[in-house]
């Protein structure tokens, strides 16, 4: 199973007009948690819940994609796709973002993220 959030209308129309319009690149983050075993439905509920909230709070959060590993229900990956790396900066300084590093904190494995800019696409 994979558990995909889509853009939003919004985060569509900005992403089609951004690199037209200035020429830069966009900031792509992901991230990928290998979750205790005990923990994994709840991380999975609370995970949708701060991609909803990335997407519908952050002008320059534009994609927030969570997906699940169909052979390894503990590993879930994240794609998430800003304006620029300012708008992810302002992203980790959210409130919706602290909750939710304070709540699954104990609940993660292991986890790495990795910082991208998008060249072609």
């Not at 999975?44 to 997407?55: H, I, P, R, T, Y």
């Not at 709070?57 to 796709?81: A, K, S, T, W």
């Amino acid at each position: 199973m994979s558990i995909t959030l889509r853009l939003n209308e919004r985060n569509v129309l900005q992403m089609a007009q951004l690199n037209e319009s200035t020429g830069e690149t966009m900031f792509i983050v992901t991230v990928d948690f290998l979750i205790k075993q005990e923990h994994v439905s709840a991380f999975v509920e609370v995970m949708k819940k701060q991609a909803s909230n990335s997407l519908n709070n952050e002008e320059g959060c534009l994609q927030f994609d969570v997906c699940q590993d169909p052979g390894n229900r503990r590993r879930i990956f994240l794609y998430e796709v800003y304006t620029d790396r300012d708008a992810f900066e302002l992203h980790l300084k959210t409130d919706h973002f602290h909750e939710f590093n304070r709540t699954v904190g104990d609940w993660t494995e292991s986890k790495s993220d990795h910082k991208w800019e998008r060249i072609a696409g």
